[in-house]
């Protein structure tokens, strides 16, 4: 391909994006492998720009015209299975199947040096909402530039997709939708930034947020981390049996983009989703604020990783009653603040339905004396919760907080914390001192309470883990102790909690395998 072929594709290209975009009424989308093959297509496109475009695009218009010979740009292929875009809906794209693009070797050569992601083979460049039932196919990488809202309908990512969200984008899921992300161990769907890679950190992109009808005690719910009266933002209602979707062999990476100074995107929003939405194996990397947050809901995790948090590990508020098997909070030593952080409501702690999650199987990782200390577990505000065969280890600062009324709580067994294994913590897994300056849970004692022989915490002085579970790129979590020493007790019997877990920690002391293998990943940027 020459020079001026080359110049002729950019600029073909930058034609389609504002064509795209809205800058032709008239014309709602143009097709770009149709418009490099066919020159009778392109002369029509051409045609209607002159007609009905703005002043810019008519300009590049011009430019194409008069470097355009009237020949194909790329040779047709009749092997390539095409498939029509979706009907148009409220005036918006509904983003669905779109036709292949196929580059001969010469063009892609070009295109990489031009530095045109959107030419290489499979990307589709999402800016619009999607109001119709959408799928994001296999094979393809789907690039978010804007902040996407799903309504009325639900979106379907295959196995193996990826999506590269653009600085100020995100998905958000709203009530009236749902999402379905199904990945395998072998082909997980994952959520990263479209940055290239050793050039991404936290906060690239906003991240990934459903919303649901379930039950809050927040009245007029609306999610954190999108802009203030954003009515797409307000979830919660009655339906505590109501799905959000499913989200399963799932990563995301790199997101919680800043709204604005102290509101923040989490990697993964749960928002008043109830009993019926499916988490799991899900994994959330280096996220600017929180890896997960639940607002209300009762929506339950299960196979979860969190690693490298700017802010907290897992944090709930507003009511979440769900229940947690199987997850890792790795935290780094250079950002993050509380490995678990819990809230029933700021503004009235005794607000209904009460915060009151259950976890077993629970390994939290702390840096040690690094040069950022965190806290294992943080509960305040009234929230309550029942934290069970659990490893904390190495955390600088403390392993359990209580703050505001929790003397109340424990009495009435609506905060419990037995058989769990606290590791490393420079005290035999003792709290800070607190004085009357610094009381803030109205004088009741974290370690006392900790220690109380009935509860069957035990607490040993060398770390229950290998150094590989501090490693940032490739840890391992399998505990150093021996089987035996890591005994917990038996799970609730339910559908969802595997009841022969009667181990301490996320990861099984007795298997050479872990539910981790294959499909998390560690990247450090």
């Known amino acids: 391909m020459t020079q001026d072929s080359s110049l002729l594709v950019e600029k073909l290209w930058r034609l389609k994006r504002q064509i795209d975009k809205g800058a032709c009424p008239g014309v709602e989308f143009v097709h770009l492998n149709t418009l490099l093959r066919e020159p009778a297509y392109r002369?029509?496109?051409?045609?209607?720009v002159e007609l009905s475009g703005s002043a810019g695009l008519k300009a590049l218009a011009h430019e194409i015209q008069l470097n355009d010979n009237g020949q194909p740009l790329m040779a047709r292929d009749n092997t390539v299975e095409r498939h029509q875009p979706r009907a148009e809906a409220n005036g918006r794209k509904s983003w669905g199947r779109r036709n292949l693009l196929v580059l001969g070797p010469v063009l892609a050569v070009t295109c990489v040096a031009m530095g045109f992601t959107a030419f290489e083979n499979r990307s589709v460049r999402i800016s619009s909402d999607i109001t119709t039932d959408t799928t994001w196919e296999a094979g393809r990488e789907y690039i978010l530039e804007e902040t996407v809202y799903v309504e009325n309908a639900s979106l379907t990512i295959e196995p193996g997709v990826t999506i590269a969200g653009e600085n100020g984008s995100a998905l958000v899921v709203t009530p009236s939708a749902r999402l379905f992300?199904?990945?395998?161990?072998d082909r997980p769907v994952v959520f990263t930034s479209a940055q290239p890679?050793?050039?991404?950190?936290?906060?690239?992109?906003?991240?990934?947020?459903?919303l649901g009808n379930a039950p809050v005690n927040q009245i007029n719910a609306g999610i954190e981390g999108l802009p203030e009266g954003e009515v797409r933002g307000f979830f919660g209602g009655s339906d505590a049996s109501h799905s959000c979707g499913v989200v399963e062999y799932t990563?995301?990476?790199?997101?919680?983009?800043?709204v604005y100074q102290g509101n923040e995107l989490n990697g993964l929003t749960l928002g008043g989703c109830g009993s019926n939405t499916i988490i799991r194996n899900v994994q959330v990397h280096r996220p600017l604020d929180d890896g997960i947050e639940m607002f209300g809901g009762n929506v339950d995790l299960k196979n979860i990783v969190v690693s490298g948090p700017g802010d907290d590990g897992i944090d709930w508020d507003w009511g979440w009653t769900g229940r947690v098997q199987f997850a890792v909070v790795q935290q780094h030593p250079d950002a993050g603040d509380n490995a678990f952080e819990g809230d029933n409501n700021g503004s009235d702690h005794q607000a209904m339905p009460r915060s009151q999650p259950h976890f077993y199987n629970v390994t939290l990782v702390g840096s040690?004396?690094?040069q950022k200390r965190h806290r294992g577990i943080v509960v305040r505000e009234g929230s309550g919760g029942h934290f069970h065969n659990m490893l904390i280890d190495s955390y600088g600062i403390e392993a359990v907080d209580t703050r505001d009324e929790v003397l109340a709580l424990t009495t009435r067994g609506t905060l419990t914390f037995g058989n769990n294994h606290l590791a490393n913590l420079g005290q035999l897994g003792q709290v800070e001192q607190e004085n009357a300056e610094n009381d803030d849970d109205f004088g009741f004692s974290e370690q006392d309470w900790l220690a109380q022989a009935a509860s069957n915490n035990r607490f040993t002085i060398e770390t229950a883990l290998f150094p590989a579970a501090r490693d940032l790129v490739s840890p391992?979590?399998?505990p150093r102790l021996q089987a035996r020493q890591m005994n917990g007790i038996r799970p609730p019997q339910s559908e969802f909690f595997d009841e022969s877990a009667t181990f301490v920690g996320a990861v099984s002391p007795a298997s050479a395998d872990s539910w981790l293998d294959?499909?998390?990943?560690f990247p450090d940027s």
Do not use: C, H
């Not at 992300?181 to 161990?185: I, W």
């Not at 890679?197 to 459903?210: A, H």
């Open 368 to 370: 040690g004396y690094a």
């Open 518 to 521: 294959g499909w998390t990943s």
């Open 43 to 48: 002369a029509d496109v051409l045609r209607r």
């Open 251 to 258: 990563r995301i990476e790199f997101a919680g983009f800043e």
């Open 197 to 210: 890679e050793k050039q991404r950190s936290r906060g690239d992109w906003g991240g990934v947020v459903l």
């Open 181 to 185: 992300a199904r990945g395998r161990p």
């Open 476 to 478: 391992n979590f399998m």
